[in-house]
T-cell receptor
């Protein structure tokens, strides 16, 4: 049971290049999330997928697209990278709705550190 | 807009002391509040959560207190250990029926440093 895995771990892009960040979970969770974390800040939600076949925008969706390929996989695409997208990207998964205490755990991957020059 | 924030960006304690990390929130409609721990180079890890109709919840060496009157959340860590050194984030979960249902809004984080 690997939990949440992300690839790649590190990536350097030039402005205007595109790339896809991959995320997979083996916990049979319905919901998956993409966050970005900038220095000195908490995580901000980019996109999420409440269940297979659905995606929705989070707090900072501009410049990104997502695909919920199947229940296990949720990818994040940068079509034309910009320096402002330099960040650490975290994928997470969880069971929702989580009616009881202790059920609000989102399991996070190790992160992808992206630099756009 | 709604936000979750922290009072103290850094906290240094001696090993064995108790630590208290504070968080202010503004969205009264959130139904759960959660604490996460993030060690250097890793993703956040769930610590404990509390429902909005509770005042206190205890886990292993940790206690979360919720004061809805002043919209304040705190995490108490007993007998703090060097392994507790990390960034701690509070987060709030959007209530059922709200546009933010199921989504977490994170605060900025507090850096806890435990000196041996």
């Amino acid at each position: 049971n690997a939990g949440v895995t992300q690839t790649p771990k590190f990536q350097v892009l030039k402005t205007g290049q595109s790339m896809t960040l991959q995320c997979a979970q083996d916990m049979n969770h319905n919901s998956m999330y993409w966050y970005r974390q900038d220095p000195g800040m908490g995580l901000r939600l980019i996109y999420y997928s409440a269940s297979e076949g659905t995606t929705d925008k989070g707090e900072v969706p501009n410049g990104y697209n997502v695909s919920r390929l199947n229940k296990r996989e949720f990818s994040l695409r940068l079509e034309s990278a910009a320096p402002s997208q330099t960040s650490v990207y975290f994928c997470a998964s969880s069971e929702v709705p989580g009616f009881r205490t202790g059920e609000h755990e989102q399991y996070f991957g190790p992160g992808t550190r992206l630099t756009v020059t | 807009g709604e936000s979750v924030g922290l009072h103290l960006p850094t906290l240094s304690v001696q090993e064995g002391d108790n630590s208290i990390i504070n968080c202010a929130y503004s969205n009264s409609a959130s139904d759960y509040f959660i604490w996460y721990k993030q060690e250097s180079g890793k993703g956040p890890q769930f610590i404990i959560d509390i429902r909005s109709n509770m005042d206190k919840r205890q886990g292993q060496r940790v206690t979360v207190l919720l004061n809805k009157t002043v919209k304040h959340l705190s995490l108490q860590i007993a007998a703090t250990q060097p392994g507790d050194s990390a960034v701690y984030f509070c987060a709030e979960k959007g209530s059922m029926g709200s546009a933010s249902y199921g989504k977490l809004t994170f605060g900025q984080g507090t850096i806890l440093t435990v000196h041996p």
